[in-house]
Every structure is written in C-alpha cells, then in structure tokens.
C-alpha cells in the first residue's frame, strides 16, 4: 500500500501565493509519475501539473507561468509552489502517483491518490 498526503492549502486572497506538499509513504519501491490534479466544484478533476514517466513536465494552460511543480525523490515528496492565485483557481487539489511497491522479487504496480487539500482565494 502506498499513500499520499497533501498538506497546504487554505484560504488566501487574490494574487497571492500557496506551497502545497505531497509527501508519499509505504513499501514504495519507486515513483514513475507523480502530478497534481484539482476538481472545483460541479467541474471534473483536471491536471494541473505533472512530472510524467518520460521525465518531463506537463502544466495546464492555466497555470503556466504561476505554478511550479517540484520533487524532493529522496523524500519521494511533491510540490506545488502556486502564485499569483486568482478565484478560478480554488479547488479541492489531490496529489497522484504512480510506480511500483513491495520488494524486488514481487513489485506491484500502483496508482494512488491523495485525500486532498482544499485551496479557497478569495477576497
């Protein structure tokens, strides 16, 4: 079983900013993607930024530019530094990875999700 638990967020006012955590724990025997999603209310979960397999980085649209996404491997923990937040961005934002657990005699492959961390701006 791996988990993940986001911390961070909260309530901040129009432009300023937010460092959200994702820190991964259990028999994890390594990360191969790990990214942030959000759902605001009535609206499906969308990507906000993302390390993928390959290496690279992905960010919304809507962020590019404010955001920025980072990883701590050593401490298989992940970051979102938001700035410049504006209304449209307040959502609930959960942490994703994927990888493989368990020892190397018997990886298994997973996918989990945080609980999530509610992010409000509003004046």
């Known amino acids: 079983q791996v988990q993940l638990v986001e911390s961070g967020g909260g309530l901040v006012q129009p432009g300023g900013s937010l460092r959200l955590s994702c820190a991964a724990s259990g028999s994890i025997y390594g990360i191969t993607a790990m990214g942030w999603y959000r759902q605001a209310p009535g609206k499906e979960r969308e990507l906000v930024a993302a390390f993928t397999s390959g290496g690279s980085t992905n960010y919304a649209d809507s962020v590019k530019g404010r955001f920025t996404i980072s990883r701590d491997v050593a401490k298989n923990t992940l970051y979102l530094q938001m700035n410049s937040l504006k209304p449209e961005d307040t959502a609930v934002y959960y942490c994703?990875?994927?990888?493989?657990?368990?020892?190397?005699?018997?990886?298994?492959?997973?996918?989990?999700w945080g609980q999530g961390t509610y992010v409000a701006v509003s004046s």
């Open positions: 994703n990875a994927e990888g493989y657990s368990g020892g190397i005699w018997n990886l298994k492959s997973f996918d989990s």
